[in-house]
């Protein structure tokens, strides 16, 4: 009984660990609720209110907390770099023992000794990466800064066969860059946190064991 007990505890902590959303680094909270309204908006005019931001022949754009704004991800990174380093050294050294006579050690009188020595070195590196993300994501107004910035946040949930799809977004806008649509370009917003990442059977086979990992970090080869 208490093996079955034991047996069952260590399949719930799988399913657990399988269903574990990924955490995140990007800014919180990933959505946020407007203002309430007030409780009667002042009667002060057939065309202009006060409580109405909205000008006349302007398209409606993410201005305040809790306005929805779409942001077009399109992040594409490609950096090279390369190394190359060489080093030479010769040197050659000559020594002569001359005779003289009265002297002990005879024998080493008139000896020459040489030495001559060669060292060289050459190394080259080189480093590729490419990277290419595009998809498309409305995140949500979580504050509105003192100089009319936007600080946006959100996330995208996609429950794909066995496995969870997560997109996450959060950055400054200015609202200057917003265009037509109420769309912004991910390049123009700044401290942009951009994640892509999943969980689900395929992502598992992927990560190695703690075991493996424990292992790891202390054996030499």
Avoid at 36 to 43: E, G, I, K, L, Y
Avoid at 144 to 168: D, M, Y
Wanted: glycine share 10%; hydrophobic share 40%; net charge neutral.
């Amino acid at each position: 009984m208490n093996r079955t007990k034991l047996l069952l505890s260590f399949a719930l902590l799988a399913l657990a660990g399988c269903n574990t959303v990924p955490s995140t680094n990007v800014h919180q909270p990933m959505t946020a609720r407007p203002a309430p309204a007030p409780a009667a908006a002042p009667n002060d005019g057939a065309i202009y209110h006060a409580n109405a931001p909205l000008a006349l022949f302007e398209m409606k754009r993410a201005r305040n907390v809790g306005d929805v704004l779409t942001i077009q991800i399109n992040e594409k990174t490609n950096a090279t770099k390369k190394g190359n380093s060489q080093a030479s050294r010769k040197s050659s050294d000559s020594v002569a023992i001359p005779t003289i006579f009265g002297l002990p050690g005879k024998t080493f009188q008139g000896t020459s000794l040489s030495a001559t020595g060669d060292h060289s070195f050459e190394g080259k590196g080189e480093s590729n990466s490419s990277d290419t993300f595009t998809s498309t994501i409305t995140v949500t107004v979580i504050e509105v800064l003192a100089n009319g910035n936007l600080l946006v946040s959100g996330e995208k949930q996609l429950g794909i066969n066995q496995g969870t799809e997560f997109i996450r977004f959060s950055g400054v806008v200015d609202p200057t860059t917003i265009g037509f649509g109420n769309t912004v370009s991910s390049v123009q917003v700044a401290d942009a946190h951009i994640e892509y990442r999943g969980n689900g059977y395929v992502d598992e086979a992927q990560i190695m064991g703690w075991l493996a990992r424990f292992f790891l970090t202390f054996l030499p080869f």
